[in-house]
Nanobody, 127 residues
Framework: QLELVESGGALVQPGGYLRLSCTVS????????FGWFRQAPGKEREGVSC????????NYADSVKGRFSISRDDAKNTVSLHMNRLKPEDAGVYYCAALGSPAPGLCPLGVGQYRDWGQGTQVTVSS
């Protein structure tokens, strides 16, 4: 069973920085793509970024391009989301998810394509 545990959510001021981490256990990570998703109150869950472990392919939603970056740490089995210049509209519960047997090309940002999910971590952007 693949287990994903998110951490790092916090209250941050607009324009600030926050790093979220997803610690993964249970399987060899090279066979997976990992994604970050978020859900604001009353809105659907949406894809933010993803990374394919074996070749470091990354992808970003247009709303976060140039502000967010995704990275991996092989030694710690973690996937991190670095969020710069945060805006109030970035607030929500952020989830980490995994997709097994990833296809070539850009990693996907569709919610339905990911099978395993973490429990989420809350990000609040407010002054």
């Amino acid at each position: 069973q693949l287990e994903l545990v998110e951490s790092g959510g916090a209250l941050v001021q607009p324009g600030g920085y926050l790093r979220l981490s997803c610690t993964v256990s249970g399987y060899s990570l090279e066979y997976f793509t990992f994604g970050w998703f978020r859900q604001a109150p009353g809105k659907e869950r949406e894809g933010v970024s993803c990374i394919r472990w074996r070749d470091y392919m990354t992808n970003y939603a247009d709303s976060v391009k140039g502000r967010f970056s995704i990275s991996r740490d092989d030694a710690k089995n973690t996937v991190s989301l670095h969020m710069n210049r945060l805006k109030p509209e970035d607030a929500g519960v952020y989830y980490c998810a995994a997709l097994g047997s990833p296809a070539p090309g850009l990693c996907p940002l569709g919610v339905g394509q990911y099978r395993d999910w973490g429990q989420g971590t809350q990000v609040t952007v407010s002054s």
